[in-house]
């Protein structure tokens, strides 16, 4: 426009030399300030009320040290038998849970996404995401443990049952921000709905659900050696055990396999996902 | 074939045989969004079989609303839509599925299956017709796949038909949607903005190649389009909207300055009118 009206003429004027500012996110002042000495007095008083025991500290150094002096001397030979035993019981009872889990998590995840299921199996699907998500792996194992006795069964489920908590919930969230002409126009040639999952959703959610797929394994199978300590099968029994006799070079190497495997299992996913994507 | 306007012949010829039969009737359709807003307001509309048509007007006029509602990708509040002999409005999930076999859309940016193949972009528009485990198992009849193989050839990409959709330039990933809608072998073509993201030579091109499978299939089709200069070019009627009513309804030659102000409002409108006679004087050379 060439013609400026007089009034945006007087309202530039005012406004040339003054300095710009990114408006504030909070724009009262007081209330700004308020907010910001208010959380920094709430992180000082929540730091004084922690209680350190600096003797009982200075005690513990000599036990963290042989700890750690462990891992130069891992012992894999005298215990090799259990935690040969232990550590295929967590491989097994890793792959058997992250594949029942996964196989379940898909049907509860395309439920869980808001633009592809009607209301109803939508509530009920995020029903089902947000108990196994509540409830923590090991308060899960403690009460199987309970019901199926000791041993890897127990972890199976409970590991099952998590998987299904964490992959559901993404798959759902990838699923809502997919792209949606892609799928409408599979919908707008006649396709049914199993053809239009197939053909307008599911070729968008696959490198995603993969990659998720893969992480769940990983983080099976490392809880896999946490849910022992409660009972319920896997390398964490040996592991425990072997905490329990002081037999920290035995630990050690436990702890040193469980780190070779996850690497392992992270160089294998970061593969596979370069060649889904 | 001066100024571009291949489909008149055909059309007129099917009308003629078919003593005026519609191919598609709308009956005071109605779209109120939930929101509140009156997105069409007892449009009525008759296409007759062959003939293509465009629908302009300025941007939340409802043009892509009123297509999607004869599909019933959205479902209109009120009013009917007839395919031919068929009420679509009323029918159920099962029998509105067999409809739009018959209802081919090309769409805006394409919406292409990224992560799948020319091939299986192409396919899918078979997905009406054949069952879940052959679609699944990407076992279509063989019928299919040559009809497949035959669209490709003739929009030019026979060569692409494994690349992956989203390895295509804009022009071919169009150009695999109309090859999509057309093994539909549809009656009716719904058309959204099919040369919103391309080049002013490609989007000529792309026009140019619905026209033409129109005038070669006799379809009927609507297209939505901003380009009116494009949009004059290519068909034999138009249709204005103007805030879910329709404003315009003639040929393109009546698009005169006022009836442009009428649809998309006060503006100098005589550059846009100009340009597609210099653009006849140099197709007609």
Not at chain 1, 68 to 95: C, H, K, N, Q, Y
Not at chain 1, 131 to 141: D, F, G, K, N, T
């Amino acid at each position: 426009m060439s013609t400026a009206h007089p009034d945006t003429t007087t309202e530039l004027a005012t406004l040339l030399g003054t300095k710009w500012k990114k408006p504030p996110l909070v724009k009262k002042p007081w209330l700004r300030w308020v907010l910001g000495l208010g959380f920094i007095a709430y992180l000082i008083a929540a730091y004084l009320t922690i209680e350190v025991n600096w003797s009982r500290v200075y005690e513990g150094l000599d036990r963290g040290a042989q700890f750690v002096l462990a891992f130069t001397s891992p012992d894999f030979s005298s215990r090799w038998g259990d935690i040969r035993d232990g550590m295929l019981e967590s491989i097994i009872m890793t792959v058997a849970a992250s594949v029942v889990g996964i196989a379940i998590s898909i049907p509860i995840g395309l439920g869980a996404a808001r633009n592809i299921a009607p209301l109803p199996v939508y509530m009920i699907c995020r029903g089902i995401v947000a108990i196994s998500r509540a409830l923590q792996e090991i308060i899960v194992a403690i009460l199987l443990v309970a019901i199926f006795g000791f041993g890897p069964l127990a972890g199976f489920f409970t590991l099952s049952f998590a998987t299904i908590g964490f992959l559901s919930k993404l798959l759902a969230e990838d699923i809502e921000s997919m792209d949606r002409s892609q799928a409408e126009a599979i919908k707008a040639s006649g396709a049914r709905w199993m053809q239009w999952i197939n053909y307008g959703v599911q070729p968008q959610v696959m490198p995603r659900l993969i990659g998720l797929s893969m992480y769940r394994l990983d983080i099976n199978f490392r809880e896999s050696a946490i849910l022992g300590l409660v009972g319920a099968g896997g390398i964490g029994a040996t592991l425990n055990t072997a905490f329990d006799r002081y037999e920290y070079d035995t630990a050690a190497a436990i702890l040193i396999i469980i780190i070779l495997v996850v690497m392992a299992l992270e160089y294998l996913s970061g593969i596979i996902r370069a060649k889904v994507q | 074939m001066p100024n571009g306007r291949f489909c008149d012949g055909a059309a007129r010829n099917d009308k003629n045989k078919a003593g005026g039969a519609f191919m598609l009737r709308l009956e005071k359709l109605v779209k109120t969004y939930k929101t509140g807003d009156m997105a069409l307001k007892a449009v009525d509309l008759e296409v007759p079989q062959g003939q293509v048509m465009a629908l302009i007007g300025p941007s939340g006029a409802g043009k892509s609303t009123l297509i999607r509602c004869i599909n019933r990708l959205v479902e209109p509040t009120s009013g009917n839509v007839h395919l031919a002999d068929v009420e679509l409005t009323g029918l159920s999930a099962g029998a509105l599925r067999r409809e739009r076999r018959r209802m081919g859309m090309i769409f805006q940016e394409y919406a292409l299956v990224e992560r799948l193949t020319v091939m299986e972009n192409v396919l899918s528009g078979r997905l009406g017709y054949v069952g879940f485990w052959r679609s699944f198992l990407r076992r279509y009849p063989q019928p299919d796949v040559d009809e497949a193989f035959r669209l490709l050839d003739r929009v030019g990409l026979l060569a692409m038909a494994d690349k992956r959709a989203d390895e295509l330039s804009g022009g071919q990933r169009q150009r695999v949607g109309i090859a999509r809608a057309l093994i539909q072998n549809p009656a009716l073509l719904l058309v959204d903005e099919p040369t919103a993201s391309l080049d002013p030579k490609t989007s000529r091109q792309i026009m140019r190649l619905i026209c033409e499978l129109c005038a070669e299939r006799g379809l009927a089709a609507i297209i939505n389009i901003h380009d009116v200069a494009l949009a004059q070019m290519f068909v034999q009627r138009v249709i204005g909207l103007r805030f879910g009513a329709v404003e315009f309804d003639g040929p393109p030659d009546g698009l005169t300055p006022d009836v442009l102000t009428t649809i998309y409002g006060e503006e100098d409108w005589e550059a846009t009118i100009e340009k597609v006679e210099d653009e006849d004087e140099v197709a007609a050379q």
